[in-house]
């Protein structure tokens, strides 16, 4: 009898990967409002479906809306549309380039997205460091944009970044600013950043959620409902 080898080995080693990946239950199970950000890299995205997905209920998604001074992502206004008549909370982010205007980047982020009552608050995406850059000026550039976002739209900007982005520039500063941080090998977040601002934690990259054919990755909002609410517009 002929043996397919690879394809044993192939079934061996999604089988070794399913027992011993990690899981997320546990996060799952610890807070009870989840979500997603997704990107034109998600490509065909079916929204109904990802309302209606069974492990956990995704409550809110971060589409991006622009990166740097011109870029405008090619999905971002068909997703946004979409994702409000699914019934999901929705939020709009900009992914930050430190080299480039913080003005103009702030301004190709207004033009691009309208915001409106029960959307979340805007997200400042800051992680691509330059080696070349000075942290005291980043900061200030950092501000300008924050300034410029919440002087137009009324409410303080979110700050995404991940763990090492927020020790070398975030932490200490922009304290009243809600704080986003991606981290996907610690179990508990606040375990490594003791911070009163930190709402949102990505804890996952590689996520799978019904209505998305690839990755996509997975946050938890670490407080209660009530606390939630607050990061949409038009809450108070």
């Not at 309302?51 to 809306?65: E, I, N, R």
């Not at 000026?137 to 970044?161: A, C, D, F, M, S």
């Not at 982005?165 to 508990?188: C, T, V």
């Amino acid at each position: 009898m002929f043996i397919n080898f690879t394809l044993v080995f192939t079934i061996l080693l999604h089988n070794f990967y399913v027992s011993f990946a990690p899981s997320n239950n546990h996060i799952i199970k610890r807070y009870n409002i989840h979500g997603i950000d997704v990107s034109h890299h998600q490509r065909s995205v079916d929204w109904e479906k990802i309302a209606d997905h069974d492990d956990f209920k995704v409550s809110f998604c971060f589409l991006k809306a622009t990166e740097g001074s011109t870029f405008q992502d090619t999905k971002f206004k068909t997703y946004w549309n979409e994702c409000k008549e699914a019934g999901i909370t929705r939020g709009a982010y900009h992914f930050y380039h430190p080299t480039r205007s913080a003005t103009d980047q702030a301004k190709n982020f207004i033009k691009s997205v309208k915001l409106t009552d029960g959307d979340l608050a805007p997200v400042l995406d800051f992680e691509k460091d330059s080696k070349s850059a000075n942290v005291a000026t980043v900061r200030k550039n950092l501000l300008k944009w924050l300034q410029t976002i919440e002087k137009h739209y009324g409410v303080k900007p979110i700050i995404y970044t991940n763990t090492s982005i927020y020790k070398k520039y975030i932490k200490g500063h922009f304290k009243d600013h809600p704080l986003w941080l991606a981290d996907y090998k610690s179990g508990n977040i606040h375990s490594l950043v003791r911070s009163p601002n930190l709402k949102i934690w990505q804890y996952s990259q590689t996520g799978r959620v019904s209505g998305i054919s690839g990755n996509v990755d997975i946050n938890a909002f670490l407080g209660a409902e009530e606390e939630f609410e607050k990061l949409r517009l038009g809450s108070e």
